[in-house]
């Protein structure tokens, strides 16, 4: 008798938990999105914020405030957001109250090209990024007789200086010759560097460091116009 009443015991537990379950995800299902949460990752730039991604979400009819569980989809906002150009990765998700937030990380600007025509940003991977209207971004600037390709050399050379963080500091500025050479514009001093074609990067770099370490630092930042980087295993210079 006792293992009967202990079986229907467990059977009645069972059956009491399956019909909490199902009213609480019932009531899941039925709850309204009250609260839509942006975060944007902390960084340097602002080219978007809570507004422009409340935006966007309305004009493609998706933003989730008012709507049940059901109405919201979850995956087509994430979409919607990592296709604006300014974003590089999105994770939208709900709650169990039904509100729903998503996390956004913005694109990195390493450089701005100037050219005759237009001007845009090329992020860490090499790929375009236009200018937006809330923010300026403060990198490196490309200017002159350039021809920029995703990935190519003129990327390589200013994705270079921005991951060296004294070159980032001391370079600000890669103007484009009409001969095809690169010329690199300091913050200190009022030299100009002829760096040539952007290949053996690190080793001109690395000839220009020590340069500065040995020969500027006894003759002095405003001893020379130009110095040119162009020949192998030496440096030439112009005097004023």
Not at 95 to 120: C, H, L, M, W, Y
Not at 157 to 178: P, T
Not at 193 to 210: D, H, T
Request: net charge positive; charged share 25%; aromatic share 10%.
């Amino acid at each position: 008798m006792k293992k009967v009443f202990d079986i229907l015991s467990w059977l009645m537990l069972i059956t009491v938990i399956v019909l909490l379950m199902a009213f609480s995800v019932k009531k899941q299902k039925s709850a309204n999105c009250k609260v839509f949460e942006v975060v944007v990752a902390q960084s340097e730039n602002y080219f978007v914020n809570e507004k422009t991604i409340n935006n966007l979400l309305k004009d493609k009819n998706l933003h989730p405030l008012g709507k049940i569980k059901t109405e919201i989809a979850i995956d087509e906002m994430e979409k919607s957001i990592v296709n604006h150009t300014l974003i590089k990765e999105v994770n939208a998700y709900s709650d169990i109250a039904g509100n729903v937030a998503v996390e956004i990380v913005q694109k990195r600007p390493i450089a701005r090209i100037f050219t005759a025509i237009n001007s845009f940003y090329i992020d860490e991977n090499g790929k375009k990024m236009p200018l937006s209207n809330a923010f300026t971004a403060r990198t490196l600037v490309i200017s002159g007789n350039v021809n920029f390709t995703e990935k190519g050399a003129l990327f390589s050379l200013a994705r270079f200086i921005d991951e060296h963080a004294f070159w980032k500091a001391q370079i600000m500025q890669i103007h484009g010759e009409e001969n095809g050479d690169l010329t690199l514009i300091p913050r200190v001093g009022y030299q100009q560097i002829v760096f040539g074609k952007a290949v053996n990067i690190e080793a001109k770099f690395s000839k220009l460091k020590l340069f500065y370490e040995k020969g500027i630092s006894e003759k002095g930042w405003n001893n020379y116009s130009q110095i040119n980087l162009k020949f192998k295993n030496q440096i030439v210079c112009t005097k004023k």
